[in-house]
């Protein structure tokens, strides 16, 4: 039993690759790289084959449109059987008659059991395939051109046509065109003539058709290989059409846009994943041998600006078409939504209120990027806040050494002059000595304070605001003093004084609201309101923040002048710049992160600074 289990699980190993190997499709192509008409079968059948990831292709060009003869085709076929000792295929693509009469000749010779799918044709005779015993491997898809419903589309969009050309080559393809061609002519009931146009040449067609007759038209079926022989390209045959002083209707999408104007046209492309879908399905033993269809998928398309040269329309017959080559109005591009406007008219609410919300959408987008802007403009002028200060800082160390040699040189003089005396203990020559020297380091530890508070921070720190309160108080000591003004500073409910930001910004932050109240105090005093200023700076810590208050008694601030005091270039002063409280406002709310305000309460106003621990 044990043997058995492991045999079926041997064997199991050895078919599970089997089942699961890449499918390989040899595409047999009849004509040259750069053909349109294969190149968009075969477009078409990649779009296909790329959604199936386990399915590989291989494409040959056997280049017959250059190249017919027999001794051309048996070196062929001595190429493909080198090529295919090594390569073996799961399925053939004959693209096109050439191909397929190529497989069919020698499969016995090139294959062994691979099937065959041929498209693009237009004949097919199951006899052929019977007599060589391939009946169980041939599958088909047929091209049929909608030659009868052309020229009937061609009489109904020029009513006083009187003559029709058909245009259609002598090679091979044309030849399997030749018989619907001709039961087209045969069944034609209208009193127009019709002329057959195979044996000729570009140039002689160019000539023919250059000068104008609105009562004559072209129905250009194909036109690559002239009576000498020649092959012509697509590009010349597209110059030709377009040359046309008559109107070229066609039957693919070859050339429309490229000088034809239009016509019930096969799309190449589709007919290329149509073959790509059925060849999936035989992959997959779907389809029963010798299942041929007839590709039937039809789209009405017209050059736009050729209908207007030869003054041309499709409809009353055509309803729905394909412009090209025409920049689509707004009703033809909105026609649907449009009769479902007028159809659904109680829903037209709707499309006002999507209208209604991007335009609220535009509006938003637009205040934000005003936001934007406004925060760049607001570091910007930060950084220039910072470099004047940098520059101020260093014209101010260059003036503070200046200022220090000769306030060495005071306290040196000083003090050889009391060593000098005779008597030297007299304790009037000592006072004036010691006085001199507590001017001197006086001075000098306010040019350093001055010279330290001056530089701008280079970088956000951990810092000590009530340490900075009392830098900044140190610094305008005279200024307060001398101005009758008491400055009172309470800790007393702080818990946690550090705070993380730019501690020189910060000063000069505290330093405008405090010179500000300085001012108002003085003309407070000058008008006779009050006797002596009070600033009151109070710090305490709040719901996990730090924060400051700065009130005064010089009478508050204006009502109506209140919303404006943090505004750039708003000021109350006579000689102001209106720039203080404003960068006090960007450095307290856009870099420290805080929130400053003011208002008025008691005898004066109140600046309130909000600042997060840096804990």
């Known amino acids: 039993m044990k043997k058995a289990i492991l045999l079926c699980f041997m064997l199991l190993l050895n078919v599970i690759p089997l089942l699961a190997h890449d499918k390989n499709i040899l595409i047999i192509n009849s004509y040259h790289r750069g053909f349109q008409w294969s190149d968009d079968v075969i477009l078409g059948m990649e779009r296909v084959f790329y959604t199936h990831p386990d399915i590989k292709i291989n494409i040959w060009y056997m280049d017959s449109k250059r190249i017919n003869s027999e001794e051309y085709y048996a070196k062929l076929r001595e190429l493909y059987k080198l090529q295919l000792q090594k390569n073996r295929y799961d399925l053939i693509i004959a693209v096109d008659n050439f191909a397929y009469d190529f497989v069919i000749k020698y499969y016995h010779e090139l294959f062994t059991n691979e099937p065959i799918l041929f498209t693009g044709l237009e004949q097919f005779e199951p006899e052929e395939v019977s007599s060589r015993q391939l009946e169980d491997r041939v599958y088909g898809i047929l091209e049929r051109r909608a030659i009868p419903e052309t020229i009937a589309m061609i009489r109904s969009m020029i009513p006083h046509l009187k003559k029709l050309y058909i245009i259609n080559d002598t090679s091979a393809n044309g030849d399997d065109s030749e018989p619907f061609i001709q039961e087209a002519i045969r069944n034609n009931r209208a009193p127009i003539e019709i002329e057959y146009i195979r044996r000729s040449t570009l140039a002689e067609l160019e000539e023919r058709f250059s000068q104008p007759n609105p009562e004559e038209a072209i129905f250009f079926v194909r036109f690559y ?19 046309s002083a008559l ?194 380091r006086y001075m000098t530890d306010t040019i350093n304070d001055f010279q330290t508070f001056i530089m701008p921070s280079s970088e956000k720190t951990v810092f000590d605001v009530n340490e900075a309160v009392e830098t900044m108080l140190k610094i305008i000591n005279h200024t307060i003093k001398y101005n009758y003004i008491d400055v009172s500073v309470d800790i007393s409910n702080a818990t946690d ?42 710090i305490y810590n709040q719901a996990g923040n730090l924060v400051i208050t700065i009130a005064d008694n010089a009478g508050g601030i204006a009502e109506e002048k209140l919303p404006h005091v943090f505004q750039a270039y708003f000021t109350t002063k006579e000689h102001g710049h209106g720039i203080g409280l404003y960068m006090s406002k960007l450095i307290i709310e856009d870099k420290m992160n805080g929130r400053i305000f003011v208002s008025n309460q008691n005898q004066g106003a109140c600046f309130t600074i909000i600042l997060g621990s840096a804990v």
């Not at 938003?364 to 760049?376: C, D, F, G, P, T």
């Not at 020189?504 to 405090?514: A, K, P, R």
């Not at 006797?531 to 109070?538: A, E, F, P, S, Y």
């Open 225 to 243: 290989n002239d009576k000498e022989g020649n092959l012509y390209y697509n590009n010349q045959i597209a110059s030709m059409l377009d040359k």
């Open 247 to 440: 109107p070229v209707f066609v039957t693919d999408t070859l050339f429309i846009g490229k000088g034809a104007l239009g016509g019930k046209l096969v799309l190449i492309k589709k007919l290329g994943e149509h073959t790509g879908e059925k060849a999936i399905k035989i992959l997959d033993k779907k389809l029963p041998a010798l299942d041929v269809d007839t590709f039937q998928t039809y789209a009405y398309q017209f050059d736009a600006q050729k209908l207007e040269a030869f003054s041309l329309s499709p409809k009353p017959a055509i309803d729905t078409y394909e412009p090209i080559n025409a920049t689509p109005t707004f009703f033809d591009t909105y026609r649907k939504f449009i009769d479902a406007v007028f159809l659904i008219s109680p829903f037209l609410i709707f499309l006002i209120l999507g209208l209604a919300h991007n335009i609220y959408r535009r509006i938003r987008s637009e205040q934000e990027l005003r936001a934007i802007e406004m925060q760049k403009n607001k570091h910007q002028q930060f950084i220039i806040q910072q470099s004047k200060l940098a520059e101020i800082g260093e014209i101010f160390s260059s003036i503070a050494h200046q200022w220090k040699n000769p306030l060495v040189e005071i306290a040196t003089i000083a003090q050889e002059r009391f060593y000098a005396q005779e008597i030297q203990s007299d304790e009037e020559h000592t006072r004036y000595v010691q006085d001199i020297m507590v001017q001197v």
């Open 497 to 538: 004084l550090r705070v993380r930001g730019y501690k020189n910004e910060f000063m000069q932050t505290l330093l405008n609201i405090v010179n500000n109240a300085k001012d108002q105090i003085k003309e407070a005093r000058e008008a006779k309101k009050i006797k002596r200023g009070i600033i009151d700076i109070v």
